[in-house]
Every structure is written in C-alpha cells, then in structure tokens.
C-alpha cells in the first residue's frame, strides 16, 4: 500500500502526538506488512509484528522483558503468544522512543509489567505529546535514565544506552547482551524512507554520528531488532545494515547541503529526485523521499542562520 502525502500527513498525527487513524488507512500495514507474526530470532529473544514497530521480546522461566509496545489490541495479541513461552509477568517494558506506534500499548501491558522503563527524554516528549487527553491514553514510564541502564535479571543481562538525538531527541537502544540481540527502535528503517521528527527533539545532522556509535560500540555479531523494514524480512538485521543507513543519511545530509551551496530553492531540491546511489528505497508513502528532503533543507538552513 503507498499513501499519498496528504494521507501520510492526516496519519504521521498518531507518530506526533495523536490517535487518529482514517478508516481507509490500515497503519500496520505502512509499517509492518505481515499481522500477528510472533518469531523467535536468537536463544530466548525473538520480535512480535502486527501494526507500528517492531516488538522485542525476551522470553524464559526466570525473566520477561518486552521492547516496545504498539497499541492496546496489538500489545494483547502479542502477549498472548509471550505467554505460550512464558507465563512469568513482564518484569520490564521498555520504549525505545515516545512515538505512538511504540508506546501506545503501554496502556494495555502495564498491568502485565512490573516497570516501564525509558530514556527521560523519551518520557518528557510522550508526556509533551500525549498529556492527559482521555482520547489519547498512555501509559508512561515509571523509570528513566540519563545515558546508560543495565540489570542482570534470571540468565540475561539488559542494558539501555541513549547515544544522541537522531530519529527523535529520546532514542534509546535495548541490547540483550548474552544473547546478543540489540533493538534500535526506530534509529534504523530498514531499506525504507525514514520518518524524521524534528519537531520530537530529532537531528539529521546527527543521525550518522549516532549510528556510527553504535557500530562501534556493538559487535560484529549482534544481531540488530529495527523499528521499521521495507518488508518483514527486513526488520531484523545485521551491522550491514546499520552502516547502510548510516550510508544513506550521510548521502542525504551531502546531496541537500550541496544544493543549498548552489543556490537551489527548497522546491527545487525537494523536486529533485532520489539521493544518488539510493534509488532502491523503498517509498512506503507518497512524498516520503520529498520529506526527507525537505527536512534536511530545512534543518540545514535553520543552522546557517
């Protein structure tokens, strides 16, 4: 399914601080394809996809974990599987960043979970964003870190690092260390056009230096959970694949600033076409590469003045 942009902009609502979905837009298929696909990756860890982003999951007779959350119907689907692996309670519930297609589940799960834990940017923008508006229920972290968390629980070691704004101001990535399986939430769209939130705290700029962290921080054999793919397949990957993002921002961040050096209008660059040597993304709405154009110009130029 492709949105056009005037659709993408009535449903990006929900990522900014809304919940509403036009009848004629089925969300979980924007960003996850496949419905109710609850797969195991790597020893106890293993993702859940439905409709928003990709849920982690870590699931023994000694520990739960949950990365993540979607939305309340989706969240009890997924938990009904969780229990087939485990019938312990959620011991933490962790959100990799405030958009709803990630958080918006807490509602359901929290009395499931016995902590919610979040980077305290991530908190301060959901908390921003959502309020207490009855029509927008959320749940919101009841534990916050600065830069780093970690907890030995059962056989797993769980830790939480936050290494700059990027997609948003409050990205934080979840690593399984035994297991080595670390969920980037949405620091990474897999071979897709990225949803970029300048308006949540996020920075193009620096994006690249974010993810250039963290394949220097992680190893070579971490296996990586992304927010969002180009298809199922893609929600799950490799350093590859982090580089390849990190690959492209770079490219996006040279081809806008380039064209800004020449004298070219927004309209122009926006018009442009696809950033050289990244033709092969995948366009998941109507006018997504357009926006990601748009988005660097105008944090660029925002910059200079």
């Known amino acids: 399914m492709k949105l056009t942009r005037k659709e993408f902009l009535r449903t990006s609502s929900l990522l900014a601080g809304g919940f509403f979905i036009p009848a004629s837009i089925n969300f979980g298929?924007?960003?996850n394809p496949p419905a109710g696909s609850f797969k195991t990756l790597r020893g106890d860890c293993g993702i859940y996809l439905e409709k928003g982003g990709t849920i982690g999951w870590y699931a023994a007779d000694d520990a739960v974990v949950v990365v993540d959350s979607q939305f309340p119907d989706s969240?009890?689907?997924?938990?009904?599987?969780?229990r087939k692996k485990s019938a312990r309670r959620i011991d933490?519930?962790?959100n990799t960043h405030?958009?709803?297609?990630?958080?918006?589940?807490?509602i359901y799960l929290k009395d499931f979970a016995d902590r919610i834990i979040a980077h305290e940017n991530c908190k301060a923008l959901q908390e921003k964003n959502y309020g207490n508006d009855p029509s927008k229920p959320q749940a919101y972290p009841n534990f916050t870190f600065k830069k780093e968390w970690?907890?030995?629980?059962?056989k797993e070691v769980v830790s939480a690092k936050y290494f700059g704004?990027?997609?948003?101001?409050?990205?934080?990535?979840?690593h399984f260390?035994?297991?080595?399986?670390?969920?980037v939430g949405d620091l990474v769209f897999n071979r897709t056009y990225p949803f970029i939130d300048s308006n949540g705290g996020g920075s193009i700029e620096n994006w690249p230096n974010v993810l250039e962290r963290i394949s220097k921080f992680y190893s070579k054999d971490t296996l990586f959970i992304f927010g969002h793919g180009a298809s199922d397949d893609l929600t799950t990957g490799s350093m590859t694949d982090i580089l390849a993002m990190q690959n492209y921002l770079t490219a996006l961040i040279e081809f806008v600033s380039a064209g800004i050096k020449t004298g070219k209008s927004k309209e122009v660059i926006a018009a442009s076409g696809e950033v050289p040597g990244f033709g092969g993304l995948k366009e998941r709405w109507e006018g997504a590469r357009?926006?990601?154009?748009?988005?660097?110009?105008d944090e660029l130029v925002k910059k200079q003045n």
């Open 98 to 106: 405030h958009h709803g297609d990630h958080t918006s589940g807490n």
């Open 29 to 31: 298929k924007i960003f």
């Open 165 to 174: 704004p990027a997609h948003t101001g409050g990205d934080s990535v979840i």
């Open 150 to 154: 970690t907890q030995e629980i059962g």
């Open 177 to 183: 260390q035994r297991t080595n399986v670390a969920h």
């Open 290 to 297: 357009k926006m990601n154009l748009e988005k660097t110009y």
């Open 92 to 94: 933490l519930l962790f």
């Open 75 to 82: 969240a009890k689907n997924m938990l009904a599987e969780l």
